[in-house]
């Protein structure tokens, strides 16, 4: 967009100053330029970046939006790696990253209520002093923020056994497109009173409402934990591991997979510490001390199928690191194999993921591209990663070919195209895909009813 705004721009600007305060509102170009990206390294240089340091203004602003016809797109940290938070053509970032405030902690109900700019380990820290965690564990915690994370229905690891944002949320209080401030229900752990606006916003990527607060749930801290990591010799075997891991009563807290190539790649740079195997889960139990003993015995007698090459268990923490090692060892490893990378984070059926992998071997070959595939098993909720070098044209070309092939394939297997990190503008073109088109028609007719002027963050999740 051009960096000097139109005159009707302009006048826009100088009215939400008067209202704002000029504290609230950067109209520098270094301000504007490091709010326009994200995570995606797609960027969009905004109008202007507002700074709300609390829900009135956030009100105001949305207001003042409408009435001049211009877009916001609000935001958080911008980790995000959809393009979700990039600002549509000639409109303006809301960062929230000043609404920071945790409000209170109630252990009492399991609560906890916040600002939507608290960064996710904040919380985390803040909740542990009373023996609580908030469960949605997402790899970017230490920057990321809750704001964020509900809109984009963040998940991690322990989304097997915790539930994902969407899971551990009561009530929201959110601005819709109309400048109107509500709250989505009431902060109860059990209620049936009306449709549920809380889900609703969780996961809409900033297209339905500006959330300015969050009642969320809590969860106890498990007082021990443990990790099995289990060899296979292929991905069917592992596979085939993780259902009959599902199956039992015990619920682990977290299923992680790595196939083959992934920890070539992870030894190469973590060493010897990354076993060799055909494929290899990452198992972590929690729960009482006394419930540790049964659960592993649980896990060792799931994985225990035609292919297992060997289990390890952990429950001093040093050891737990050093099983998890191989996991961490691969996003650094992953930088070394391609300048660029496409990191989709597709779900498909846990008993679909033999299939899958074989799929990627096939299209791997086909492509010319490095593909690297790691993950979620407990959820089939898989980092597929298709490496490419933009400077090389038949790279280049082949990569966006993959990815279409990639979202067939899932969709094809009863998948779909995100787990957590959600659509933002990169999946967008693929929602008719992957989504009923009668729900797809449905999802329409929401946003016009919380944005019947279009103006939150248009261009996100659903296509054209
Ligand atoms: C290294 C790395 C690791 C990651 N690991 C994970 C992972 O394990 N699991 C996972 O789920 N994700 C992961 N992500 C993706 C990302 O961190 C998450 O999606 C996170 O929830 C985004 O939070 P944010 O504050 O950065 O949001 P942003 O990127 O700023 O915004 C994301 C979306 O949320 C909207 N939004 C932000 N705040 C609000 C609000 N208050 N009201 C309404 N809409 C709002 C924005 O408009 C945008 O649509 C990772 C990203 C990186 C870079």
Redesign the pocket.
């Known amino acids: 967009m051009d960096v000097n705004p139109s005159p009707h721009q302009t006048r826009f600007l100088d009215a939400l100053q008067a209202s704002l305060g000029a504290d609230v509102i950067r109209r520098d170009q270094d301000s504007r330029h490091a709010h326009g990206g ?2 995606s390294t797609r960027h969009q240089l905004p109008l202007a970046v507002l700074l709300p340091v609390d829900a009135d203004q956030v009100v105001a602003a949305v207001r003042l939006c409408r009435e001049h016809g211009i877009a916001l ?9 959809t393009g ?2 990039v600002p549509a053509r000639g409109s303006v970032v809301l960062s ?1 990253a000043r609404m920071d405030r945790i409000v209170r902690i109630d252990p009492g109900q399991r609560l906890a209520v916040v600002q ?2 608290v960064i ?1 380990a904040r919380l985390q820290e803040a909740a542990a002093d009373h023996g609580f965690f908030w469960a ?5 915690a230490q ?15 322990r989304t097997v056994k915790y539930g ?2 969407r899971d551990n949320v009561l009530a929201l209080t ?1 601005v819709d497109g109309q400048g109107r401030r509500f709250q989505s229900t009431r902060p109860l752990s059990k209620q049936a009173t009306g449709y549920d606006l809380t889900r609703l ?1 969780v996961g ?4 339905l ?4 607060e969050a009642a969320l749930k809590l969860t106890p801290l498990p007082q021990a934990r443990a990790v099995l990591q289990a060899r296979f010799d292929d991905i069917a075997a592992a596979t085939h591991a993780v259902g009959r891991l599902l199956a039992c009563a015990q619920t682990p807290a977290a299923v992680e997979f790595l196939d083959g190539k992934s920890l070539r790649l992870a030894r190469r740079h973590g060493g010897d510490v990354v076993p060799e195997a055909g494929a290899l889960l990452l198992i972590q139990i929690e729960g009482s001390a006394a419930d540790l003993a049964g659960q592993a015995a649980a896990v060792a007698e799931a994985v225990r199928v035609r292919g297992l090459a060997g289990l390890d268990e952990a429950r001093e923490p040093q050891h737990q690191e050093r099983l998890w090692a191989a996991r961490r060892a691969l ?1 650094p490893a992953l930088r070394s194999v391609a300048p660029k990378k496409i990191n989709e ?1 597709v779900v498909v059926p846990i008993p679909a993921l033999p299939e899958l992998t074989v799929f990627l071997d096939r299209l791997e070959r086909d492509s010319g591209l490095t593909i690297v595939c790691f993950g979620h098993a407990g959820n089939g909720n898989l980092h597929v990663n298709l490496m490419y070098d933009p400077a090389d044209a038949a790279q280049a070309t082949a990569a966006p070919l993959a990815l279409a092939q990639l979202f067939e394939k899932v969709v094809a297997l009863g998948g779909t195209l995100s787990g ?3 659509i ?1 503008l990169s999946k967008r073109p693929f929602m008719p895909l992957a989504v009923d088109p009668v729900a797809l028609s449905l999802m329409r007719g929401l946003k016009q009813v919380f944005d019947p002027d279009g103006i939150l ?1 248009p261009g ?1 999740v659903l296509p054209d």
Do not use: F, Q, W, Y
């Open positions: 994200d995570d797109t609000a935001r958080g940290a911008g980790t995000g790696t979700a938070a929230l939507p700019g996710n949605p564990d997402p790899a970017s920057t990321c923020t809750i704001g964020g994370n509900l809109a984009c229905n963040a998940g991690g690891p994902a944002t959110a916003l809409s990527e900033g297209t409402a500006v959330i300015v996003s984070d957590e990190h959600g933002g963050n996100k």
